[in-house]
């Protein structure tokens, strides 16, 4: 008996519909609509993440330090936030869902862009309130969150959990386990 192991990359990429045994359609970004439904689940969560990602950067030093009971390190999360709410299903996710009107995407994808565009020499607390690049991106954060129309300015731990070096539970927010 032979096995093919080295079957072709679209073979083993293509899912059937179980009824029609059609292959399943995919997404630009390569998801089947069931995998797509399955993100969908998750959209409070995705759409929490980049509200946050944002409010974080309105803050100050100060704000942001006084955040470690939950981020542990607030200047690492800051961009760690951002990368992960920006993530193409993610961020797609909130958009096909509603969660946010379409208009803002490119709004939204300007302020990240924005954002990798700041210099590494100035990621650091003391260059936050003073120099212009971050005066600059705490203006576009206000702006979009003003404009999709966030009113507060509070990060949102409902699916934190934040475990210390002994493994216990230092802070975990209520929605924590569903994600």
Known sequence: ???????????????????????EKID???????????????VDFYY??????IV??????????KMSPILIDPLTELYEELDYAFLPVCFETVFRNGKINTEYKEQLLNFKKQVEEIPNEIWDYEF???HEIWKEVKKSAEKILNNIGIEHRIFDGKHHKVI??????????PDANEK
């Open 48 to 53: 929490t993440n980049l509200i946050n990602s």
């Open 28 to 42: 630009e970004f390569g998801f089947t609509k069931s995998e797509l439904l399955e993100y969908d689940k998750n």
């Open 1 to 23: 008996m032979k096995f093919n192991f080295f079957k072709s990359k679209s073979h083993n990429n293509k899912k059937t519909n179980s009824i029609s045994n059609e292959p």
């Open 164 to 173: 210390s070096e002994n493994g216990n539970v230092v802070y975990q927010g």
């Open 128 to 130: 936050i309130d003073k």
């Open 56 to 65: 974080l950067f309105t803050y100050n030093s100060v704000e942001l330090e």
